[in-house]
């Protein structure tokens, strides 16, 4: 363990920007954009700071910066491909070069500069000058191509957000780990390895298939992307450890694991995860009989994960890319026998992810089972499970996408499927596309600053945002590259995957851009360095997480505003990091580098 606790970085990232030295005071001065019409107008920052000053504005330093501010208003806007100085740190370029939106322009003074107030000044004029002179010359490269974002941002966040499941890895973590703060933890579970679902340790086999089929599926229908950023060794490292973890659940044909710890009892122990008492009383394994117990939610998204995993693992890791796809039929057929919510049939289950929909996840789970197999009968039993739920207008079908429901992924899946091998060959095709093309009208409700939720959502907003992102990235991905609904998808998801990033007024994201999140409701990362303990202590304290678990997605603003989030460790609904909040973060991140490129 190291003595002064770091963000841990993605392979090959430098360390986040460091934050301005005490030393140096900030003059932030706002104006409007008058950004050319190919891009977004809204408030550009240009920050001047010098390294070494007084400690309150040299005179004339606020006269320097309204001066210089008129004249590098275009010329911040299509500052993209000019790199901020490091210090102070500066916010993230928009993450998608298509449409960038300005950026904060950073000049920095000289020491020698701050000898006379006077001289200060000058400086300051004279620095101006020199980033408009700079900017002026880019611009027309700015606008033809602006590459600087996508190379910049998205990869190396997404480099983060697999990092952040490696810190949710239970069992016996591999020489690799790259999580320094992590050790072996809960190895022995009646099944050990998995994911723990959040800042706590159960794991839930619901949530580990969910967002396990994300990540798979961001990894095979935008491999370019991660390719792009070097990831595509970590995102199949990432898929694998889940699969194994669902595939060694399944005790028998008519056996599986869903949840490892009661989360009543786990919730009243807060320390490292080695650490937990862990008897079978404290730590209790729940396992269904899916001959009796009909769980078709959670045996469906498993079937999912298993069916994906072994799309992107074939190659790589061909002997359990078989084994997954067995497993992943037989979870299928139990879950499609014997019908039931997973909850509903296991007496005294606990309230934890309480599924609502069980139709969605078999339609689900047979799409990836055709891409798995080719067997058309697959995609007559994905339509059966449309039409048995209502189809485009039943009440049930949802177009929120969460560990909850995935009619919508399983839409695009399908309609990926068809692109393929033509939608004639694909029943339900036209229900699927009309269901897609109308989602982004159903109940869906935007802030002042832009985030899209559900009118109705508190919890894991940026979850519900990003998650639609990834989907309509990837139904994005099967449209003729400039058409006009293509151009809308990518809009709507690069302005969720900026929101998260910090483009407002803050990043959402730990570890990456200006004033991330801190306090993140999380045990491990509350926990100082060994020796010292750990109990509901580190919870109550004030301070930031001595542990920084890089690349978590927080839930986000609660609503109705942009002002409902707080840095709070004990807020557990804006500001809780959990592996499902991340999943459609990271498919959405390589979909950006992908079609970006």
């Not at 609503?559 to 004990?570: F, I, L």
Request: hydrophobic share 40%; with cysteine; aromatic share 10%.
């Amino acid at each position: 363990m190291v003595d002064t606790p770091a963000a841990a970085t993605g392979p090959g990232s430098p360390s986040p920007t460091p934050s301005t030295p005490s030393s140096a005071f900030t003059l932030t001065a706002a104006f409007p954009c008058a950004a050319p019409s190919a891009f977004t107008a809204l408030p550009a920052t240009l920050t001047v700071a010098s390294q070494s000053t007084p400690t309150s504005p040299a005179p004339g330093a606020v006269a320097a910066i309204t001066a210089a501010a008129p004249s590098l208003t275009t010329a911040a806007c299509a500052a993209i491909p000019i790199t901020p100085a490091p210090s102070p740190s500066t916010a993230p370029i928009a993450c998608a070069p298509t449409a960038p939106t300005p950026s904060s322009l950073t000049l920095a003074a000289p020491p020698a500069a701050t000898s006379t107030p006077g001289a200060f000044a000058a400086a300051l004029a004279a620095t101006a000058s020199a980033a408009e002179a700079i900017s002026a010359a880019a611009s027309a490269s700015a606008l033809a191509a602006p590459a600087t974002p996508a190379a910049a941002t998205c990869p190396r966040v997404l480099g983060y957000s697999y990092l952040f499941y490696e810190a949710q890895r239970s069992g016996k973590l591999p020489p690799d780990n790259r999580v320094p703060w992590r050790s072996d933890a809960h190895t022995g579970d009646l099944v050990p390895g998995g994911w723990y679902d959040a800042g706590d340790y159960i794991k839930h086999s619901l949530t580990i298939a969910q967002s396990a089929t994300f990540l798979a599926w961001g990894a095979i229908d935008f491999s370019a992307g991660h390719s792009t950023a070097g990831q595509a060794g970590y995102a199949r490292a990432a898929v694998k450890w889940a699969a194994d973890y669902l595939r060694a659940c399944h005790l028998a044909p008519d056996r599986f694991v869903g949840l490892i710890g009661n989360p009543d009892i786990d919730h009243n122990y807060w320390g490292r995860p080695q650490d937990q008492d862990t008897s079978p009383a404290k730590r209790p394994t729940y396992v269904w009989n899916l001959t009796t117990q009909g769980a078709s939610d959670l045996v469906g998204i498993s079937a999912a994960a298993l069916a994906s995993a072994s799309v992107l693992l074939r190659d790589a890791h061909p002997a359990d890319a078989a084994s997954y796809l067995v497993h992943a039929r037989q979870l299928y057929a139990a879950g499609n026998a014997t019908r039931g919510l997973f909850s509903k049939t296991y007496s005294n289950y606990p309230w934890v992810y309480a599924s609502d929909y069980y139709r969605d996840k078999l339609q689900f789970a047979a799409g990836w089972l055709y891409r798995a197999t080719g067997e058309a009968a697959y995609l007559s039993a994905a339509h059966r499970h449309w039409t048995d739920a209502g189809g485009w207008n039943g009440d049930e079908v949802s177009p929120y996408v969460s560990y909850d429901v995935v009619y919508g992924p399983a839409a695009v899946l399908l309609l990926g499927i068809a692109r393929d091998i033509g939608s004639a060959n694909v029943p339900g095709y036209s229900q699927y596309l009309a269901f897609i093309n109308d989602l982004r009208r159903w109940g869906i409700v935007q802030t002042s600053l832009g985030m899209r939720r559900p009118n109705w959502s508190q919890w894991g907003n940026l979850r519900y945002a990003n998650n639609a992102g990834m989907t309509l990235l990837l139904r994005a991905s099967q449209l003729a590259p400039g058409s006009a609904e293509r151009a809308s998808l990518l809009s709507f998801a690069k302005s969720q995957v900026d929101y998260a990033l910090g483009t407002t007024y803050r990043s959402f994201v730990v570890g990456w851009g200006v004033n991330p999140p801190l306090r993140v409701q999380h045990a491990a990362a509350s926990c100082p360095n060994l020796p010292a303990s750990c109990d509901w202590s580190n919870f109550d304290s004030p301070g930031p997480n001595p542990q920084v678990i890089t690349g978590a997605l927080v839930a986000g603003p609660k609503g109705p505003g942009d002002d409902t989030y707080y840095d709070r460790r004990d807020d557990y609904v804006s500001n809780e990091v959990t592996i499902d909040y991340n999943a459609g973060f990271t498919a959405a991140l390589a979909g950006l580098v992908t079609l970006a490129a």
